[in-house]
């Protein structure tokens, strides 16, 4: 049975179904993987999301990873919910660089009723403006995904980071069951998910594994799975973690692909880091999303003509969006200066 065999017969998957599909040689892998995009995907076509942080720093949780974490000094900016008209000229910059969905995300553990009344006027704005919507807000109470939900929200933003296992070492002032629990009230309030982890949190492969499991076991699996790479910051407790093998990477995005062939996979943070060439493996094992604009939250992005540029030399286009809130399954290259 060929790799693409195996992981379409397949609609649970355990910790060793995983592990088989690890300890594939990577061109197996890979072309099992890229197989899978075809089936699913136009292999040259790729959703640009943006970003903007909302609310900025000193937020009460102690991810290890974070610059926002209030637990410790990352010198960082801080900043109050920030006025809607700020994230409306944001949008609107956006979608004329090409981008379809829009993401907000609040430095909160969780939000107050207050702040999101705010938010969910912004969510408006965005929507008004054609862009599909999407929150990282923390954790939620049923009510408030339900707000969230009634406001028009397309996604929720909300990571389970690592393994179960791991978690405990990353973060203490939450559990993965508080994850999983506001993962359940944003589905049951019908929203999409987008939800995925980091690599690079001093983690092992058998967490990757697990990681990989738990996602494509969420049933349905999200449909939006972001793959971040650490961006190690200085002042938090991995500042100085080593970091992840480019191959482990890549095996990771074709993975994904393969145990959730119609999630959108996007290459998140850390993309700064790549060169062009593992870009371009990573998009043939099956990413097909970026965030597209010079910053995530507080850290880097690629700049926006590396991006052009490298879209044209691969031949890729991005999703357009019509003057309605439906995607259009049209090519549209990105502006690239001459
Ligand atoms: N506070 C909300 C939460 O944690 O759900 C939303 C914002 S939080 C910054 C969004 C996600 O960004 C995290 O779940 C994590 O996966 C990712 N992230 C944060 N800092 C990162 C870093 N230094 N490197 C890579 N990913 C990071
Ligand atoms: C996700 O998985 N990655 C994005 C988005 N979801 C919210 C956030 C990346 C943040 C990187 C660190 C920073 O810029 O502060
Ligand atoms: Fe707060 Fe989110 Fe950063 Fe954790 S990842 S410290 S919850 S902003």
């Known amino acids: 049975m060929s790799l693409f065999q195996f992981a379409s017969n397949r609609v649970t998957w355990e910790t060793a179904d995983i592990d088989y599909l690890f300890q594939q040689p990577f061109n197996d892998l890979l072309f099992a993987a890229h197989q899978m995009h075809r089936v699913h995907h136009d292999v040259n076509q790729i959703q640009l999301s ?21 637990h410790y000094n990352t010198n960082l900016e801080k900043e109050k919910l920030i006025a809607i008209e700020k994230v409306l000229e944001s949008a609107k910059a956006a979608k004329e660089q090409g981008a379809t969905r829009f993401c907000m995300g609040a430095a909160w553990r969780s939000p107050q009723d207050r702040d999101l009344s705010v938010v969910i ?47 405990a070492s990353i973060i203490t002032t939450r559990s993965y069951e508080d994850r999983l629990e506001t993962l359940r009230l944003v589905r049951d309030a019908g929203m999409k998910i987008c939800c995925g982890g980091i690599l690079g949190l001093g983690e092992s492969r058998f967490d990757r594994i697990r990681l990989l499991e738990q996602l494509a076991n969420l049933n349905p699996y999200p449909e ?47 993309r700064e880091t790549f060169d062009d060439a593992a870009q371009a493996l990573c998009f043939f094992a ?20 590396r991006d052009a540029h490298l879209f044209q030399r ?16 049209t090519k549209y290259d990105l502006a690239y200066p001459a």
């Open 50 to 70: 943006r970003l903007l942080s909302i609310k900025t720093g000193a937020c009460p949780e102690d991810c290890k990873y974070c610059s926002q974490s209030g």
């Open 121 to 167: 006027k912004m969510i408006r704005g965005v929507k008004a403006l054609g862009l599909e919507s999407c929150a990282t807000l923390g954790m939620l109470s049923n009510e408030q995904a339900q707000t969230l939900a009634a406001a028009g929200l397309d996604y929720y933003n909300h990571n389970l980071d690592t393994s179960a296992e791991h978690y």
């Open 224 to 270: 939006s799975v972001p793959i971040n790479q650490l961006v190690p910051i200085p002042g938090t407790p991995l500042e100085n973690a080593p970091p992840v093998d480019v191959f482990e990477f890549i095996r990771t995005v074709a993975i994904a692909r393969l145990i959730m062939p119609k999630a959108v996979l996007r290459l998140s943070a850390g």
């Open 286 to 305: 099956g990413a097909n999303s970026i965030f597209f604009g010079e910053q995530l939250l507080t850290t880097d992005n690629p700049a926006t003509d």
């Open 314 to 329: 691969l031949g890729l286009t991005s999703v357009v969006l019509e003057s309605s809130n439906s995607i259009q399954n």
